[in-house]
């Protein structure tokens, strides 16, 4: 780590030599015969474990599996909003000590992350979506998140692009802002974390695919995987999509749905937009990237899918909508669009969960917002792996929840997809 | 996009159907009769297949009708369409 610390002093050295003596980030070790933790899972979420377990817990040997490249899969797909404005306690504190640690995360990390704290602006358009903001705008403040709400004015000047004329279809009456909210670039994310965990001994292995989870009297002992069987004391399972064909082979039946989400940004533009609008009764939100795209991002498609594309009536009524807002954009070229797979549960939130298999952990059901939970997932499972008990943070977001009927709620705060 | 063959209008595109999940999820004769779990396992937990999948659609823009499909959840590929209370064809369920 002392050797590769990057700092204005080795961009300087390494200046010198014409960039070419960079040591690589991260190793890419072949798998040992065993370890104590395998995570599985190479996103943002599963470095974001190891990296914890690595930095802050005691159980030895770690390897990440990931079936193809880390951050890959939704953590290279996702529209990199991060904000804590979740209307129920157990979310708001989650969601929360995620952003705390989004704030001191390029430090912690020596990677920057271009956390970039623009604000997030949800958008209210009929009386009750203003109810429902003011509702979540007071929850926030009492969990001592900060909140404010604004007038049409206020936002158009913010955001003078913005159409909020009493004339559109669906005119804008208000909004919640939240300014420590904001984006972060979502790749670094995952090479900060995973460049991170290396350093701390953690063995990332790619292009390693789990294609079973063996057990021994109702405990786990290893993964059987493309590169054979590796032994681990502990897995942990953070595969996002695909949580349901991970479960299934521990014979686990799990309350997510994985559906196809859908985003695309445009062709690279001047500065127009500076912080994120996001509206859950047109269904849309944009943001700009440093880059100068517009990112834009859709909702699920009402049907299961693994394909990683989705329905291009979702995008055709998503950009409408984004149109609607911005008229100004109505010219605009789209660059790309994609689609990745988002593991649902009924309540939309998320499982940080032990499991009836002893030693098999599962974290998943993040549906369409996982990506600003990123480092606070990983912080709270790696704590729930490393003692065998959930931190307080996560303990309601057990698997248990769905049989005793204490679900939480958060369709209105997690409602649009983002 | 998907174009769907209604059993009873034919083939017609995907906006005019709503998704009703998975199909063949029959809702127990006796609730009082199970534990939290079991009640649990038919309200929230799901096959969620990666592969052929049983699910249902309701022709919503037409008919109104509901019926069954059997879809790949990774091509998307329609394999089979049939109607409430049918097996589904080729054996299975």
Not at chain 1, 9 to 32: C, G, I, K, T
Not at chain 1, 54 to 82: C, P, S, Y
Not at chain 1, 364 to 374: E, I, L, N, S, V
Not at chain 2, 10 to 32: L, N, S, T
Request: charged residues 20%; contains cysteine.
């Amino acid at each position: 780590m002392k050797k590769n610390r990057y700092s204005i002093f080795s961009l300087a050295r390494n200046a010198v030599s014409y960039h070419q003596d960079w040591s690589e980030a991260w190793r890419s070790p072949d798998p040992a015969l065993s370890y104590d933790v395998i995570v599985v899972g190479g996103g943002g979420h599963g470095l974001a474990t190891a990296y914890y377990l690595a930095a802050e817990h005691d159980v030895g040997r770690i390897a990440v599996l990931e079936k193809g490249w880390i951050g890959g899969g939704n953590t290279g797909r996702n529209t990199t909003i991060v904000r804590s404005n979740y209307l129920w306690d157990e979310a708001a504190h989650l969601y929360e000590k995620s952003l705390q640690l989004w704030e001191g995360l390029s430090q912690e990390l020596n990677f920057n992350v271009m956390f970039s704290q623009r604000g997030v602006m949800n958008l209210g358009h009929t009386l009750q979506d203003m109810r429902d903001i003011y509702r979540r705008s007071n929850a926030n403040r009492l969990n001592g998140i900060d909140s404010e709400i604004l007038t049409p004015a206020e936002i158009k000047a913010k955001v003078p692009a913005i159409n909020v004329s009493s004339e559109a279809r669906y005119p804008v009456l208000g909004a919640s802002f939240q300014p420590r909210g904001g984006v972060a670039r979502h790749d670094a994310v995952a090479w900060g974390f995973a460049r991170a965990a290396d350093a701390r001994g953690v063995d990332i292995i790619q292009n390693c695919e789990v294609t079973g989870i063996r057990r021994e009297n109702g405990a786990v002992c290893g993964v059987e995987t493309t590169r054979g069987f590796i032994g681990a004391g502990k897995v942990a399972v953070v595969v996002a999509g695909h949580a349901s064909v991970l479960a299934d082979m521990a014979e686990l039946r799990f309350p997510v749905e994985s559906h196809p989400l859908q985003a695309l940004v445009s062709e690279p533009l001047k500065p127009v937009l500076d912080t994120v609008i996001m509206s859950n009764a047109v269904h849309g939100y944009v943001s700009q990237s440093d880059k100068g795209e517009l990112v834009i991002g859709a909702g699920i498609d009402a049907y299961t899918g693994y394909g990683q594309r989705g329905s291009f009536s979702i995008i055709e009524g998503n950009v409408a909508a984004i149109v609607e807002l911005f008229p100004i954009f109505s010219r605009v070229r789209v660059l790309r669009q994609w689609g990745g797979i988002v593991d649902v549960c009924p309540d939309a939130c998320p499982i940080i969960s032990k499991t009836p298999v002893q030693g098999l952990y599962f974290n998943c059901g993040w549906g369409t917002g996982g990506f600003k939970a990123t480092p606070g997932s990983g912080w709270v499972f790696a704590h729930t792996v490393a003692r065998d008990a959930a931190h307080p943070l996560n303990a309601a977001f057990d698997l248990g929840r769905f049989s005793t009927g204490a679900l939480i709620d958060e369709h209105g705060a997690a409602g649009v997809a983002h | 996009m998907l174009k769907i063959e209604c059993p009873w209008c034919g083939e017609r595109d995907q906006e005019e159907f709503q998704y009703g999940g998975e199909a063949h999820i029959v809702r127990p004769e006796r609730p009082d009769t199970l534990t939290d779990e079991q009640w649990a396992d038919y309200l929230f937990n799901r096959a969620n297949t990666k592969g052929v999948h049983a699910e249902q659609w309701c022709h919503g823009a037409g008919c109104r009708r509901w019926f069954n499909v059997l879809r790949d959840t990774v091509s998307y590929v329609i394999v089979a369409v049939y109607r409430p209370g049918e097996n589904p064809p080729g054996g299975g369920e």
